[in-house]
């Protein structure tokens, strides 16, 4: 083999690992930056939790619209606790403790009848 051809092959070699090496270095800075925007969710979430509990303390309810339930509810220190809009469902402390461990679909069918009967879950 000639020496022009060795550089050829080295030169071939080399622009491969530098392709490589760029793939890691983005693929890595990809990372950093997802690593930053959790932690920013993260740095969100936590003012957000602190200022709910801040106002749930102050007011005695906080209101929160649920993902699993698609609409607001109120969550409320005790069941004679008023908020500002009555048509939107009150749980207190109690009620959300009775709801642990259920499935979705359990939780869904509970919502509905606290809804239609106006009544307590216990």
Not at 8 to 33: G, S
Not at 55 to 73: A, D, H, R, T
Not at 89 to 109: F, N, Q, W
Request: glycine share 4%; with cysteine.
């Amino acid at each position: 083999m000639s020496w022009i051809e060795t550089a050829k092959i080295t030169t071939k070699e080399i622009k491969e690992k530098r392709e490589v090496t760029l793939v890691v270095h983005e693929a890595e800075a990809l990372a950093q930056t997802i690593d930053c925007e959790k932690s920013e969710l993260s740095e969100k979430r936590s003012t957000h939790i602190t200022e709910a509990t801040r106002l749930y303390q102050k007011q005695g309810w906080i209101q929160i619209f649920s993902g699993y339930l698609n609409q607001s509810v109120y969550f409320v220190k005790n069941k004679s606790t008023r908020v500002p809009d009555s048509s939107i469902p009150k749980y207190t402390k109690e009620e959300t403790e009775a709801l642990r461990g259920l499935t979705l679909d359990e939780l869904k069918t509970l919502h509905e009848a606290k809804v239609i009967f106006k009544g307590e879950i216990h």
